[in-house]
C-alpha cells in the first residue's frame, strides 16, 4: 500500500506533495479524507449550537435579505406586462449567449455575449476563454449578474433605503453565486484537482474544519497565517511605555528618536472597532515611528478589548476616559497643557464629538485635528448605511443585550461583505478548493484581530451618527452639552482616501464644511486602509489637494486639485510644523509625573476575541 493509504485521514499535509500522474486510489483516499472534514466541520458546527455557544437562529441580515429582495420582486410581477418584460430580458441574453456559443461550436470567430471587467480576477484564467464550456458558464454567470442588477436599477417606487440594500445584497448574493466560487465550475481547480489526486480537497476541508472548530461554530476565514506574527514581536514594536491606563484604555507615550522635538505632542485616538496598531505595523509601515523619527512625542490610545461587564459603557464614557483622560494625563507627563490630536475612523467622530464639547465648554486643550478617513456628517456614509434603519438597529440591539457587547467576528464580517469578492470569495476558494494556507501578511493578520464593541456605546453609534445623523447637524447631546461642530476653530487636517467603502471620500469632504476653523482637505489614493498607511518610502499611490472645498462636490473638488506622487505623509508634516514648529528638548518617557506601567503595546491590544 502507498505511504498515503497507510496515513490516517484525518492527517493530511498542509503542503501540496507533488504527484505523478493521475493515481485513482490516492485520488479515492483523498476525497475519502475530504468528506471525513467536511463531516468534522459540520460537527464543529453542530456542537457549538448543542452546548449554546452560537445562537442557532437566523442572522438579521438573512431576514433583511428576504425582506428586500420580495419588495423589488412585488414590482416586477405584481404587473403582467412587466412580468412578461422580467422574463424577456433574460431570455433575449440567453439566446444570444446561445448563438454565440452554436456559432463558435462551428468553428467560427465570433465576439462574446459579455466580457468580464478587467480587473476581474475571478475569470484571469485563460480557460475561462479558451474553453467552450467555461467560456458559456462564465458570459451565463456575467449576464444573469447584468440583469438582476437591472432589476433593481429599473424598479420603480423604491425608497433610496430599499433601493441601497436591494444592490447591496443583491450583489453579495451574485458574488457567492460566481462559477469561480465552485470545484466543478472553475478550471483552476478543477486542474488541481486531477494533478494533485485531489490532494487539493483534502487539505482544504482540514482548513475548514479547523476553521469553524477556531470561530465556535461560526467560520471564522483565515486570511493570514499568523504563526510568525505576533504583536509586541514583530508588530507594533515602536519602544514606548504605558504611562496611563483606566479599564477603557492604556495611553502609550513612545520613547524618542531625536535630540529635539515639537513643543507640542501627538495625541492619536485610533477606532475601537480595531486595534491602533494598524498605526505601528512592521517598522517600515509604521506611522507612529515614523512621526517618532520626524521629531513628535507621540501618544496613543489603545482601547480595551471589552467583555460583557463593560456591556453599559457609553460614547460618553469613551470621551471622558479616553481624549480626556489621555489630554489630562499628557499634560502631568510634559506639562503641556494643548496637544495635536488624530483620530482615525470612528476615533475621528468620537475626536471631533470632543472637540466640540471642549469649545461648549471653553476649555483650550487642542493646538489642531487631523481625521484620517473619518465622517462627522452620515449623509453620503456609503455601503454601511445598509445597516442603518431602525428595525435592524432594534435587532442588534437585542443581540448585544445577551452578551453585553457586540462579538468582533461579526463587525469583521461585516466590514469583509462591504469587499467580498477581495476579502471573502478568494480565500474560500484558494483555502478550501485549492488547498493553499495563507501566507503571513500582517495587515490581514491585524484585520483577523476583531475587537469587541460595548453594546451601549455602539447603540449610541449607531443611532446617534448613522440613523439620525445629529453630530453635524448639531443636536447630538453627550454630557448634558449639545454640540455644535461650528464652534470647534482649531486648524484641521481632514484626510480621505479615493476607494474607500467606509468613510467614502465625499462624506469625509461634505462633513468639512462643519467646523468653523481653516480645513486642509486632502484626498490619498487607494483605500481606507492603504491610503492612510502609506510610508514616504515605498513611493506608491499619489494624493491630491485644492484649497477651495466651499459647497463642492467630490467630482467639482476633484476637477481643479493638483495630483503629487507618493504619500501624504510629509504634507501632513509640513502643515503640523507651519502651526508651531517651536522644538524643545526630547522628553524621555518617565521623566514627567507618570511613572510607567509596562512597555509598550501594552497588554489591552494583547487581549484576543
Not at 470621551?319 to 490630536?341: F, N, R, W
Not at 464652534?487 to 487636517?493: A, M, N
Request: hydrophobic share 40%.
Amino acid at each position: 500500500m502507498s505511504k498515503l493509504q497507510d496515513a490516517s485521514m484525518s492527517e493530511v499535509s498542509a503542503e501540496a506533495k507533488p504527484t505523478k500522474g493521475f493515481d485513482s486510489d490516492a485520488f479515492a483516499m483523498n476525497l475519502a479524507s475530504a468528506m471525513e472534514n467536511g463531516g468534522r466541520a459540520l460537527a464543529a458546527y453542530l456542537k457549538a449550537r448543542e452546548q449554546k455557544q452560537t445562537p442557532d437562529n437566523p442572522p438579521t441580515e438573512f431576514a433583511e435579505l428576504i425582506k428586500t429582495v420580495s419588495a423589488v420582486s412585488e414590482y416586477w410581477l405584481s404587473d403582467q406586462a412587466r412580468a412578461v418584460d422580467l422574463q424577456a430580458r433574460l431570455g433575449k441574453s440567453y439566446l444570444e449567449l446561445w448563438g454565440y456559443a452554436a456559432r463558435r461550436l462551428a468553428g467560427e470567430e465570433v465576439e462574446p455575449a459579455i466580457e468580464p471587467d478587467p480587473r476581474d480576477k475571478r475569470f484571469a484564467d485563460p480557460e475561462w476563454r479558451s474553453n467552450l464550456l467555461f467560456n458559456f458558464l462564465m458570459q451565463a454567470y456575467l449576464l444573469t449578474t447584468k440583469w438582476t442588477n437591472e432589476l433593481v436599477r429599473d424598479a420603480h417606487g423604491l425608497d433610496p433605503h430599499t433601493r441601497k440594500k436591494a444592490e447591496f445584497y443583491i450583489t453579495q448574493l451574485t458574488n457567492a453565486a460566481a462559477p469561480s466560487n465552485f470545484v466543478m465550475t472553475n478550471p483552476e481547480v478543477l486542474r488541481e484537482t486531477f494533478a494533485s489526486n485531489a490532494d487539493n480537497l483534502a487539505r482544504g476541508m482540514k482548513m475548514l474544519a479547523e476553521d469553524i472548530e477556531a470561530g465556535r461554530g461560526v467560520l471564522r476565514i483565515r486570511q493570514s497565517d499568523s504563526a510568525g506574527l505576533a504583536v509586541g514581536v514583530n508588530l507594533a514594536t515602536t519602544p514606548g511605555k504605558v504611562i496611563y491606563q483606566n479599564e477603557l484604555m492604556q495611553l502609550i507615550q513612545y520613547s524618542p528618536s531625536t535630540e529635539n522635538v515639537l513643543r507640542t505632542p501627538l495625541l492619536i485616538v485610533p477606532p475601537w472597532i480595531n486595534k491602533f496598531y494598524i498605526l505601528d505595523l512592521t517598522p517600515e509601515k509604521s506611522y507612529i515611528r515614523w512621526c517618532v523619527d520626524q521629531g513628535i512625542t507621540v501618544f496613543v490610545i489603545s482601547w480595551v478589548n471589552p467583555d460583557g461587564h463593560l456591556g453599559e459603557k457609553t460614547f460618553e464614557d469613551y470621551m471622558k476616559q479616553g481624549p480626556l483622560a489621555a489630554m489630562d494625563a499628557i499634560e502631568k507627563a510634559t506639562g503641556e497643557t494643548k496637544v495635536h490630536t488624530a483620530g482615525y475612523c470612528v476615533g475621528g467622530t468620537l475626536l471631533a464629538a470632543t472637540l466640540a464639547w471642549l469649545a461648549n465648554k471653553r476649555r483650550q486643550r487642542v493646538r489642531s485635528v487631523t481625521f484620517f478617513a473619518a465622517q462627522v456628517d452620515f449623509t453620503h456614509a456609503g455601503d454601511l448605511l445598509v445597516f442603518a434603519d431602525e428595525d435592524q438597529i432594534s435587532a442588534l440591539e437585542r443581540d448585544m443585550k445577551r452578551s453585553g457587547v457586540l462579538e468582533g467576528s461579526k463587525m469583521a464580517m461585516t466590514f469583509n461583505m462591504l469587499r467580498s469578492n477581495d476579502l471573502i470569495w478568494p480565500y474560500v476558494v484558494s483555502n478550501y478548493l485549492k488547498g493553499k494556507a495563507p501566507s503571513a501578511f500582517d495587515l490581514l493578520h491585524w484585520n483577523s484581530d476583531a475587537t469587541r464593541m460595548p453594546a451601549a456605546n455602539h447603540s449610541f453609534y449607531l443611532r446617534n451618527c448613522y440613523l439620525e445623523n445629529r453630530l453635524s447637524t448639531g443636536s447630538m447631546v453627550l454630557d448634558n452639552t449639545l454640540l455644535d461642530l461650528s464652534r470647534v476653530r482649531v486648524p484641521v487636517y481632514n484626510l480621505a482616501t479615493r476607494d474607500d467603502h467606509i468613510a467614502p471620500a465625499e462624506s469625509v469632504l461634505y462633513g468639512s464644511r462643519f467646523f468653523g476653523g481653516p480645513v486642509r482637505f486632502v484626498l490619498a489614493g487607494s483605500g481606507h486602509i492603504a491610503g492612510v498607511i502609506n510610508p514616504p518610502s515605498r513611493g506608491k499611490y499619489q494624493y491630491w489637494t485644492n484649497d477651495g472645498i466651499s459647497d463642492k462636490t467630490l467630482a467639482q473638488w476633484m476637477q481643479d486639485a493638483q495630483e503629487h506622487k507618493g504619500s501624504w505623509w510629509p504634507d501632513w508634516l509640513a502643515w503640523l510644523r507651519n502651526i508651531d514648529g517651536k522644538e524643545v528638548p526630547a522628553r524621555e518617557v518617565g521623566t514627567g509625573a507618570l511613572s510607567p506601567i509596562e512597555d509598550a503595546p501594552g497588554s489591552y491590544v494583547r487581549v484576543r476575541a
